[in-house]
C-alpha cells in the first residue's frame, strides 16, 4: 500500500488493518457498532493528508458511511477521509467496478501481444466476491468463457461456460455459489489447477505455493496485490501462450 500511493503520488499512506470476525455471522447492528468502535480506535491515525482507509474484504460502502460519520464526530466532516462511499456521501461512480474492470484491461493488453483476444478464452475465477466478480461479469460480456468459479462457500464449474448474470443472481439470493444449478460442484482446493488459459486469484493472497504451483494449467495468471490502481497491473506468464 505504501509504495502503490507513493508512486501514483496520492496521499493515501500504507497500511492494512481489519478486525477478526465472520461480517456474515454479524447483525447489520452488530457490524455497526464494531465499526464505530474500530473507528473510535484509529481515528487520531487516518486523515485527509495522512491515511485514507479503503474497503477491502468483508467491508462495502456502509461500512466506509459508518467510518466517515464516527471519524466526524472527533474531527468535524470530511468526506475525503474514507474512499468507498455511498455515491450519496461523495463516492465515486464506477468504484465498485473499478478493480474489475482494471483485470479487463490488463487482461485485453496482454493478449493483444499474442494478437488475441478476450473472446473464446476460457477463464478460472477464485474468489467471487467484489474484484472477481466483476472481473467475471466484464470478461463474460467480452466473450470471455468463464469455466469455473469458487468463493467462501465452495466451487462451481461448467466447461462449457458458466452463465455469469445467473450465478450473480444466484450469488446474491444464496449468498455463495454453492448449489448453482447452471454448474458441477466441485472441490475448492482443486479451483487453482482446473484446465484454463487465464487464472485468476480474487480471493486472499498465498494461494500459490511450493504444493500446488507445478499443477496450475494456466497459461496466463494474474496478480491481483498490484490491482489497486490500473497501471500498476501486471501479469505472470505462466507458460508459453502458443505452446
Same mark, same amino acid.
Given at each position: 500500500m505504501t509504495w502503490k500511493t507513493a508512486v501514483a503520488n496520492i496521499p493515501y499512506g500504507g497500511a492494512k488493518g481489519g478486525i477478526g470476525c465472520n461480517p456474515g455471522e454479524l447483525s447489520i447492528s452488530e457490524l455497526e457498532r464494531l465499526t464505530r468502535v474500530f473507528t473510535q480506535k484509529i481515528h487520531d491515525l487516518v486523515g485527509v493528508h495522512t491515511d485514507v482507509p479503503a474497503p477491502d474484504m468483508g467491508t462495502n460502502p456502509q461500512t466506509m458511511a459508518w467510518i466517515l460519520d464516527e471519524y466526524a464526530k472527533f474531527h468535524g466532516y470530511s468526506p475525503a477521509v474514507v474512499t468507498g462511499k455511498p455515491i450519496d456521501l461523495g463516492g465515486s461512480l464506477g468504484r465498485d467496478a473499478a478493480t474489475g474492470r482494471g483485470v479487463l484491461f490488463a487482461t485485453e493488453a496482454l493478449l493483444n501481444e499474442y494478437g488475441k483476444s478476450i473472446a473464446g478464452q476460457r477463464f478460472v475465477v477464485q474468489g467471487f466476491g467484489n474484484v472477481g466478480s466483476?472481473?467475471?461479469?466484464?470478461?463474460?460480456?467480452? /466473450?470471455?468463457? +468463464?469455466?469455473?468459479?469458487?468463493? +467462501?462457500? =465452495?466451487?462451481?464449474? *461448467?466447461?462449457? /461456460?458458466?452463465? &455469469?448474470?445467473?450465478?450473480?443472481?444466484?450469488?446474491?439470493? *444464496?449468498? /455463495?455459489?454453492? =448449489?448453482?444449478? /447452471?454448474? @458441477?460442484?466441485? @472441490?475448492?482446493?482443486?479451483?487453482?489447477?482446473? @484446465?484454463?488459459? +487465464?487464472?485468476?486469484?480474487?480471493?486472499? =493472497? =498465498?494461494? &500459490? *505455493?511450493?504444493?500446488?504451483?507445478?499443477?496450475?494449467?494456466?497459461? &496466463?495468471?494474474? *496478480?491481483?496485490?498490484?490491482?489497486?490502481?490500473?497501471?500498476?497491473?501486471?501479469? +505472470?506468464?505462466?507458460?508459453?501462450?502458443?505452446?
Open positions: 466483476w472481473a467475471a461479469d466484464l470478461i463474460s460480456e467480452k /466473450g470471455g468463457k +468463464i469455466v469455473a468459479v469458487s468463493d +467462501i462457500s =465452495g466451487a462451481v464449474k *461448467n466447461s462449457k /461456460g458458466l452463465d &455469469i448474470p445467473s450465478l450473480l443472481k444466484h450469488v446474491t439470493e *444464496n449468498r /455463495g455459489v454453492r =448449489g448453482f444449478n /447452471g454448474a @458441477d460442484a466441485i @472441490d475448492p482446493k482443486s479451483i487453482l489447477v482446473e @484446465d484454463c488459459d +487465464i487464472l485468476l486469484p480474487a480471493a486472499l =493472497g =498465498g494461494v &500459490i *505455493n511450493r504444493e500446488n504451483a507445478n499443477d496450475i494449467k494456466a497459461k &496466463i495468471m494474474l *496478480n491481483f496485490s498490484l490491482l489497486w490502481f490500473t497501471k500498476f497491473h501486471f501479469m +505472470i506468464k505462466v507458460k508459453d501462450y502458443d505452446a
